[in-house]
Nanobody, 122 residues
């Protein structure tokens, strides 16, 4: 059973930065595609970023491209999301997800973390 635990969320002013981490256990992490999604109040869960099992391929949602960077460290079973130039509209609960291949729809991911809150004030 794969378990994902996010951390690193918090309160930050617009223009600031945060780095989210997602630690995985219970599965073959190095073979998994990993992704970040976010869910703002009253909105559907949305794709943020994804990374292939090798780390060679990364994908980003239009609203975060150029500001966010996804990376992974297989030796530590951890995936990161570096978030720079944060905006109030980035406020959401951020979820880590894992599955066999990279996808952009939340319904395609089997394993999920519990989420971490990110709040950006203006």
């Amino acid at each position: 059973q794969v378990r994902l635990v996010e951390s690193g969320g918090g309160l930050v002013q617009a223009g600031g930065s945060l780095r989210l981490s997602c630690a995985a256990s219970g599965g073959t992490f190095s073979n998994a595609a990993l992704a970040w999604f976010r869910e703002a109040p009253g909105k559907e869960r949305a794709f943020v970023a994804a990374i292939s099992w090798s780390g060679d391929s990364t994908f980003y949602g239009d609203s975060v491209r150029g500001r966010f960077t996804i990376s992974r460290e297989n030796a530590k079973n951890t995936v990161y999301l570096q978030m720079n130039s944060l905006k109030p509209e980035d406020t959401a609960i951020y979820y880590c997800a894992a599955d066999h291949i990279v996808r952009k729809r939340p319904e395609d991911y089997e394993y999920w973390g519990q989420g971490t809150q990110v709040t950006v004030t203006s």
